[in-house]
T-cell receptor
Framework: QKEVEQNSGPLSVPEGAIASLNCTYS??????FFWYRQYSGKSPELIMF????GDKEDGRFTAQLNKASQYVSLLIRDSQPSDSATYLC???????????FGAGTTVTVRA | GAGVSQSPSNKVTEKGKDVELRCDPI?????LYWYRQSLGQGLEFLIY????????KSGLPSDRFSAERTGGSVSTLTIQRTQQEDSAVYLC?????????????FGPGTRLTVT
């Protein structure tokens, strides 16, 4: 079982719609969860982190965490063409905090 | 403050030559990672330096790859006898490595081309 798994994509959504990205993780002891955005040809950029169960909102982004289900998601509301990128979920191991990344989900927002 | 910096930004080398890639982490960050990303592919973990503990080298693809971190700060990734399959973007990242503040920040990367 992979440490972090994401829905494979690619995900295509019309402009203005909600893009929903999912991530599951295997380490029950993980305490913090991160979402990165990577534009083509650029390095990953941290866009959200969440530590507690529930929702965390930042602008058009909402991260949702359910530790019991070992599931974290990212919602992008009012999607814009500039949101077209690959989104990476990252989860640290509890014993040494080493960050593991999912394979990423590529999102394309259609104008 | 300054982010993670890497040098050089681009490196072209001939097959068989050795190369050194440098990473300067964010000041105060005790954890440092090296990743490799080939065109259109995901992040491939290479090595993880975690404070004063022994580094996690489990991702290094062969014994041609090595890395060191001097004084808990700057790190150098060395690739000996480069091969064409080593061509990729090499990314460095750093974090505070605590349970409360483990956000990892990436440098701009070094694009390595082996001809």
């Amino acid at each position: 079982q992979k440490e972090v798994e994401q829905n494979s994509g690619p995900l295509s959504v019309p402009e203005g719609a909600i893009a929903s990205l999912n991530c599951t993780y295997s380490d029950r002891g993980s305490q913090s969860f991160f979402w990165y955005r990577q534009y083509s040809g650029k390095s990953p950029e941290l866009i959200m982190f969440i530590y507690s169960n529930g929702d965390k909102e930042d602008g058009r982004f909402t991260a949702q965490l359910n530790k019991a289900s070992q599931y974290v998601s990212l919602l992008i509301r009012d999607s814009q063409p500039s949101d077209s990128a690959t989104y990476l979920c990252a989860v640290p191991r509890w014993r040494d905090y080493k960050l593991s990344f999912g394979a990423g989900t590529t999102v394309t927002v259609r104008a | 403050g300054a982010g993670v910096s890497q040098s050089p930004s681009n490196k072209v080398t001939e097959k068989g030559k050795d190369v050194e890639l440098r990473c300067d982490p964010i000041s105060g960050h005790t954890a440092l990672y090296w990743y490799r990303q080939s065109l259109g592919q995901g992040l491939e973990f290479l090595i993880y330096f975690q404070g004063n503990s022994a580094p996690d080298k489990s991702g290094l693809p062969s014994d041609r790859f090595s890395a060191e971190r001097t004084g808990g700060s700057v790190s150098t990734l060395t690739i000996q006898r480069t091969q064409q399959e080593d061509s990729a973007v090499y990314l460095c990242a750093s974090s505070r490595r605590t349970s409360a503040e483990n956000e990892q920040y990436f440098g701009p990367g070094t694009r390595l081309t082996v001809t």
